[in-house]
C-alpha cells in the first residue's frame, strides 16, 4: 500500500506549523520524555519529507497528544494522515460486497484515536502506523458485517457502475411495516376491552363490600394513607386495621375469581353446545346423502335386472 505524501504547497505550511508547536511542546512538557523527540522529527521532516519521517512525525504527535491531550497535536495528525487512512479503506472495502461509506469509516477511525490515546504505545517510530492500521482493519470489517446483516434491496436504486445491478442499502431497523402497526393498534384495543372488563368485575365485587369495608380500602389504596394514619380516621387499632384490609382484599378476589369462573364456564357450554349443532348437523348431512342415493333407481331389482342381463349376454 503507497503512502500519500501532501502536496507541495500543504506541505511547506504544514512543516511550519508542525515545527512551530513541536517548540512550543518542547518548553511547555520539558519533563516529558518525547518533547525533544517531537523537535527533532519536525527538523527532519522539514528539511526531507519522507515516509518514514512522516511514520516518526506521527508516532511523535500522537505521543504529544497521549501526554498533553492537545487539539492543536491532533488536528496536525489528522491533516498529515487522512488522505493515507482513506485510500487504505478503500483498499479493504474492494473485497466488501455490500455498499459502505468510507467516509463513516473515517470519522469513526479518528473518533477511535481521539478516545483512546491511552492505548497507544510508542515504541518505535511506526508505532502510529501499525496501530491505526489494525484499526482501520476492524473499523472495516465491523461495518461491512453490519451491512451484511441489515442490507435490503433498494426497489428501482441503479448501481453507479451497472445499470442493471441493484444497490444495497442498509435497513432501518426503527422503521416499522403496516403489519406491525396493525398488529399494534389490535393489540392495544384488546388490551383496553380486557381491562374495561376487569374493572367492571371490580367495580361489581367492591359493592359488595360493607360501607366501613369501602371506606378502609379507599384511605390504603386510593388516598395511599399509612396503616398508622388510616387507623386514626377510623378510630381502630391498627392490628385491626389490617386485618380488614385483609379481610376486604380477599372478599374482592373471592368474587371476581368466582365470576370469572362463571364467566368461563358458560364460555364453555356456548362452545359444547356450538360442537354439538355442529355433529348432528353433520350427521344430517350424511343421512341425506344416503337417502339421495337409495332413490336413484339403485334397487335390489334394479341390481339383479342387471346381472340378468348380463348373465344373459354372455
Not at 1 to 26: C, G, H, I, P, Q
Not at 59 to 81: D, H, I, V, W
Not at 266 to 291: F, V
Request: net charge neutral.
Amino acid at each position: 500500500m503507497s503512502v500519500t505524501l501532501l502536496k507541495s504547497d500543504n506541505l511547506d505550511s504544514f512543516a511550519e506549523r508542525l515545527e512551530a508547536f513541536a517548540e512550543r511542546y518542547a518548553v511547555e512538557f520539558t519533563e516529558e520524555s518525547g518533547s525533544d523527540r517531537l523537535l527533532k522529527h519536525a527538523r527532519r521532516f522539514r528539511e526531507a519529507p519522507t515516509h518514514s519521517e512522516r511514520d516518526a512525525v506521527s508516532t511523535a504527535l500522537m505521543e504529544a497528544y497521549k501526554a498533553s491531550g492537545s487539539k492543536e497535536a491532533f488536528a496536525l495528525l489528522y491533516e498529515l494522515n487522512h488522505e493515507d487512512f482513506l485510500k487504505l479503506i478503500y483498499h479493504h472495502l474492494r473485497r466488501a460486497f455490500y455498499n459502505v461509506d468510507a467516509a463513516d469509516i473515517l470519522q469513526e477511525v479518528f473518533f477511535n484515536v481521539y478516545r483512546y490515546p491511552f492505548k497507544f504505545k510508542p515504541e518505535r517510530a511506526t508505532a502510529f502506523r501499525n496501530w491505526t492500521h489494525s484499526i482501520i482493519r476492524n473499523t472495516v470489517l465491523k461495518h461491512s458485517r453490519r451491512a451484511q446483516r441489515d442490507h435490503v434491496l433498494s426497489i428501482g436504486a441503479r448501481d453507479r457502475n451497472d445499470e442493471d445491478s441493484l444497490i444495497l442499502e442498509p435497513a432501518d431497523e426503527r422503521a416499522s411495516s403496516p403489519l406491525d402497526t396493525t398488529a399494534e393498534r389490535e393489540a392495544a384495543e384488546c388490551l383496553s376491552q380486557a381491562w374495561m372488563l376487569y374493572l367492571h368485575v371490580y367495580l361489581g365485587a367492591y359493592r359488595c363490600l360493607t360501607p366501613r369495608e369501602k371506606r378502609v380500602l379507599y384511605l390504603v389504596e386510593v388516598e395511599g394513607l399509612p396503616y398508622r394514619e388510616a387507623a386514626k380516621k377510623v378510630e381502630v387499632r391498627v392490628e385491626n386495621l389490617k386485618m380488614m384490609v385483609f379481610r376486604a382484599r380477599r372478599k374482592i378476589h373471592s368474587i371476581m375469581k368466582r365470576k370469572f369462573q362463571t364467566c368461563q364456564s358458560a364460555s364453555d357450554r356456548r362452545d359444547l353446545d356450538r360442537a354439538q349443532e355442529l355433529e348432528e348437523g353433520t350427521e344430517d348431512l350424511l343421512l341425506g346423502k344416503g337417502r339421495g342415493l337409495s332413490g336413484s333407481g339403485m334397487t335390489d331389482k334394479g341390481s339383479a335386472s342387471s346381472r340378468s342381463l348380463v348373465e344373459g349376454e354372455g
